[in-house]
Each structure stands twice: as C-alpha cells, then as structure tokens.
C-alpha cells in the first residue's frame, strides 16, 4: 500500500522557520518526482515546489521562491521542506505529493502550518 | 508562468444531470499537458484525466475530458451523488514546475 505521510507542521510565528518531512512506502521513491502543495483553509490547490528523482531539477513557486527549500533523502524514502520567513499568508496545509511525468499519482493526507503571532 | 483559470466557480446541479467544466490557460498548453483532479472534503485531491482526455485508472467512463491549446472542458455526462466535489486543472508541461487552476465546485442545487 502506498503511504506518504507528512510531518512537522505546527504553529509559527511570523519570520520564523519550519522542517517539514514526508516519509514514502509502498512505491519506489526515487522513481518519482516529488512535489509539496498546499491548501489554505477554505482556498484551492497551490503548487509550492518540485523535485527529480535525482534532484536535478528544482522548481518553486514565485511565492515561496528565496525563502523555502524542497530537498530528498532517497536512501530514507524522504522528502523535506524547509521554510524560512513565514508569513501568515503561508499558514496551509501541506500535502506532499508523488508524479511521474508531472502527474500527482500519490498523495498524503497534509500537515496543517499556521503562522500567527 | 501559466495560469489557468477555472469557470464556474460553482456549479449547482442535481443527480442525473450533465455537468460541463472549463479551464481556460493564459498562453496554449504544450501537447495538451493537461489533467484533472476530484477533490471531496478532508481528502487529498485524485487524479481523474491527463493529457486532456485520457482516463486514469479507475475512472468511470461518465468522466471525459476535451480540449486543446487554451481552452478545456471536464464533462460528467450524469452527476452520481459521489461526485458532488471540487475539481481543478492543472497544467504538467515544465515539470517540476506547475499550476492549478482555482477550481470549480460541482453541488447539490
């Protein structure tokens, strides 16, 4: 069975960092491109980052570009992101997500980031 | 960057009905890189159509998808109550960077 599950979130202060973690079973990890998205409270999907299999090919959206940092451990089946600078605008939840050939095949079930004073 | 963007923002239709979802991109999407994702309340999102028009696995056949260049449809040719849910495009063709769409809702009127 495929699991991917996130860990990490939490409440933040404005300016401060997270680590976030994704653990991946029950596929072959460093087959797949690797991706964060993430979800306001009550909004739509926003595309956050992605990963190569390889980590070759880095991309961020413009609105996390400079501040957060997407990286894998293939030998741990693991996906991270850190996130320097948060803003309220940030406060989400974070899925991390599988794809191959851009597509999301895997999904977890997210972790909730607020960032509030 | 391309944006995509999704109308209705709600749909209100009863079971039974056909339901017909646009997503417009800002500039044409290469090779129809272009899928289609359900999303129900306290679930991550799930694949239904790439490449425009392809069915994922396990999709029922009432799901299709159209289109080229900037303009996509999602057609549910009759609404099963399961698919009362929120449904966004989203754009594969400068992997590992991509974009969705603000989704459009699909209701019970």
């Known amino acids: 069975e495929v699991q991917l599950v996130e860990s990490g979130g939490g409440l933040v202060q404005p300016g401060r960092s997270l680590r976030l973690s994704c653990a991946a079973s029950?596929?072959?990890?460093?087959?797949?491109?690797m991706h964060w998205v993430r979800q306001a409270p009550g909004k739509g999907l926003e595309w956050v980052s992605g990963?190569?299999?390889?980590?070759?090919?880095?991309g961020y959206a413009d609105s996390v570009k400079g501040r957060f940092t997407i990286s894998r451990d293939n030998a741990k089946n693991s996906l991270y992101l850190q996130m320097n600078s948060l803003r309220a605008e940030d406060t989400a939840l974070y899925y991390c997500?599988?794809?191959?050939?851009?597509?999301?095949?895997?999904w977890g079930q997210g972790t909730l980031v607020t960032v509030s004073s | 960057e391309i944006v995509l963007t999704q109308s209705p923002g709600t749909l209100s239709l009863s079971p039974g009905e056909r339901a017909t979802l646009s997503c417009r991109a800002s500039?044409?999407?290469?090779?129809?890189?272009l899928a289609w994702y359900q999303q129900k309340p306290g679930q991550a999102p799930r694949l239904l159509i790439y490449?425009?028009?392809s069915r994922a696995t396990g999709i029922p056949d009432r799901f299709s998808g159209s289109g080229s260049g900037t303009d996509f449809t999602l057609t549910i040719s009759r609404l099963e109550p399961e698919d009362f849910a929120v449904y966004y495009c989203?754009?594969?063709?400068?992997?590992?960077?991509?974009?969705f769409g603000g989704g459009t809702k699909v209701e019970i009127k």
């Open positions: 490449g425009a028009s």
């Open positions: 029950g596929f072959t990890f460093d087959d797949y491109a």
């Open positions: 997500a599988g794809a191959t050939g851009g597509l999301f095949d895997y």
């Open positions: 500039q044409s999407v290469s090779s129809s890189y």
């Open positions: 990963i190569s299999w390889n980590s070759g090919s880095i």
């Open positions: 989203q754009q594969y063709g400068s992997s590992p960077s991509t974009t």
